[in-house]
């Protein structure tokens, strides 16, 4: 795998051991988010989950069978002109990524609205 290496060896070693059949698709997904935001820290955090945060968590990426999940911690207030968010929670939202033919600018545009939400 050719990726750009988190400054966390912890998350290094995470995108290492990613099952080969998932893994081009993860990659892809963490280029988008850390394009639309690069100053994110990179952590993995509850059973092997990668959690982007500023001074609050963002987004949980869940590593599934043929996808990913996205879950933006704010995502009840993100405005979603896509319609793509997932969920009827009190205050989270999921995006379901299952092909490398996803909707990046959506995903730019909720990783944006969700810093702007941290105040």
């Not at 994110?40 to 996808?67: A, D, M, P, R």
Request: hydrophobic share 35%; with cysteine; aromatic share 10%.
């Amino acid at each position: 795998m050719n990726t750009k290496p988190s400054q966390n060896d912890v998350v290094n070693d995470y995108i290492h051991n990613l099952d080969e059949k998932v893994a081009p698709l993860f990659l892809d997904i963490r280029e988008t988010v850390l394009d639309a935001n690069p100053a994110f820290n990179e952590s993995i955090k509850w059973k092997n989950c990668l959690v982007y945060s500023q001074k609050k968590n963002h987004i949980q990426t869940v590593v599934g069978k043929g996808k990913i999940s996205l879950i933006f911690f704010f995502g009840v207030q993100i405005e979603d002109n896509f319609g793509l968010l997932e969920g009827d929670g009190k205050k989270t939202r999921t995006m379901r990524i299952q092909a490398t033919d996803y909707n990046k600018d959506a995903l730019k545009s909720y990783v944006q609205q969700s810093l702007s939400l941290e105040g």
